[in-house]
């Protein structure tokens, strides 16, 4: 019975994505109302950031500015989408229980409205590397097409660790403590500032480390190389294993949502 209620929410959910679509893009606009740039806060901040931390890497790994900066700056656009997803996902159930108590909307449909909200963050933030590329255009490859499917099953993982993490957390509230405190590590742990080249003898400190393989997938094709088959067999592995794991406890713990509200 419940599996069968977990379907119907999830049909219907799709069903109702215009509605998922006009409430990410209301989260944005509440954040930034009355405001000069609106949301062009978001790419202006991020872009100075993202500036002064590829001039000070750059001379620290003592890299050509032409050549490092659109690495870190592609590196770090996918992993902002990856951490900060990663990072609300806990809070997802918690910040639309107003909205889950008051109407009837199908549960998922909070999922896909936090998802699509991180992805329209995401394209604001394209256009720091739109300009970066204009100062140093990349090369053009046939690899360049596989930006589309990396960057779908990115978002197909972190739709499905939202699911779980978000009811993980409703039922322990701590847990985003812990993701909050292991995302502090990752980034210094996973190649974006630096290339898993520079690894030498060691390159299985990157190749264990599944987000490396999360930002490959998108990071490549971006710079005009093709992923390694490694990186899209981890990531297809992780998303399948993920999205059975979502399916089982989504169907278990639906029904118990309003009670851990």
Known sequence: MYLHIAQKDFINSLRQIRLATFLA???IRQRYVRTMLGPFWIVLSTGIWFSAMGFVMANIFGQELNTYLPFMVSGLLIW???????AESSHVLVAAAPLIQAFPIPIFTH???FILRNFII?????LILLIIFAIYPPPLTQALWQIIPGLLLNLVILLNLSVVLSLTNLRFRDTHLAVASALQVLPFVTPIFWDRGMLQKHHWIADINPFYHMVDIVRSPILGAAPSNTSWLICGAIAAASGMFAAVIFARYRHRIIFWL
């Open 25 to 27: 893009w209301e989260d």
């Open 122 to 126: 995401f394209l604001h933030n394209l």
């Open 80 to 86: 902002l989408l990856i951490s900060t997803a990663i």
């Open 111 to 113: 999922y896909i409205r």
